[in-house]
């Protein structure tokens, strides 16, 4: 009989051994509308009900934290109106965000430079931030106008302001001065959309994260999907530079 016959389930995912923070690059957008015929900004519509799936779904079966980025510093680079789209998805997020979120169990953060936003968003999250401080449940970070490179130097800008001496400087003390402080590092970091690298996400926190990258574009992106890269990093032995 052969090892997997036709019958045969496929692998289910151990739930006691669930990466506690998974975080995922929401990329491939734009080419998912272009084999479409349509315009770049469908695609981010697309992709950001991929995201309230996706968001569910970890939430469902117990994920802690989910990090996702939704638009990077370099971002800024591309059009007007395809940024201005993204900023308008973001609202509407937001706007639904304080509705639901207390009754769905969901704490927001953003992550990110959040001083060129408009007064409107910036207006919302601080409304969602004041909703996540008396909420229960798994917390979304949304990275937004993020850069690894900025937040590195951000936060030694502000070590330095509160007269941290250099040679006092240690790992916690930059930490603890990233957007990200009290947020456990990512055990498991997802790329759909087919490029190999990593475009300035999480580049403190993604030291010994186990990277999964697919070619599936994000708006493509199932929760089987989900299970396949949850699946690879339980076959994967972390040693974080120690011995088994
Ligand atoms: C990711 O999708 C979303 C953002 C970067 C804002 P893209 O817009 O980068 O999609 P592709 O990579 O062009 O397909
Ligand atoms: C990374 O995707 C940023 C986000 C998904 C928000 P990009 O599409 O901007 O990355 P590059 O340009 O392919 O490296
Ligand atoms: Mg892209």
Not at 9 to 27: C, E, G, Q
Not at 50 to 67: H, N, Q, S
Not at 130 to 146: E, K, L, P
């Amino acid at each position: 009989m052969p090892l997997f016959s036709k019958k045969s389930k496929p692998p289910t995912i151990n739930s006691a051994r669930l990466p506690k923070h998974i975080a995922i690059i929401m990329d491939g957008n734009g080419r998912w509308a272009k084999a479409r015929g349509l315009p770049r900004t469908a695609g981010h519509a697309a992709g950001a009900e991929t995201f309230r799936r996706i968001a569910t779904y970890c939430k469902d079966i117990g994920v802690d934290y989910l990090t996702v980025y939704a638009f990077s510093t370099e971002n800024w680079k591309r059009p007007e109106d395809e940024v201005q789209a993204i900023m308008g998805l973001l609202e509407k997020y937001l706007a639904e965000a304080i509705e639901k979120m207390e009754r769905d169990g969901v704490r927001l953060k953003i992550l990110g430079d959040t001083s060129p936003l408009s007064p409107k968003l910036l207006q919302m999250i601080r409304q969602t931030e004041a909703i996540s401080a008396r909420t229960q449940g798994m917390q979304a970070n949304i990275c937004v106008n993020y850069g690894g490179r900025d937040e590195i130097v951000h936060a030694a800008r502000a070590y330095m302001r509160q007269g941290g001496k250099p040679e006092e400087l240690t790992e916690a003390a930059l930490a603890e001065r990233l957007y990200s402080a009290g947020i456990p590092d990512p055990d498991l970091i997802i790329r759909p959309g087919g490029e190999y690298r990593t475009s300035n996400f999480l580049l403190w926190q993604s030291a010994y994260s186990e990277l999964y990258f697919t070619d599936t574009l994000w708006p493509d992106f199932k929760e089987r999907e989900l299970d396949r890269a949850i699946l690879a990093y339980q076959s994967r032995d972390r040693r974080f530079g120690g011995l088994k």
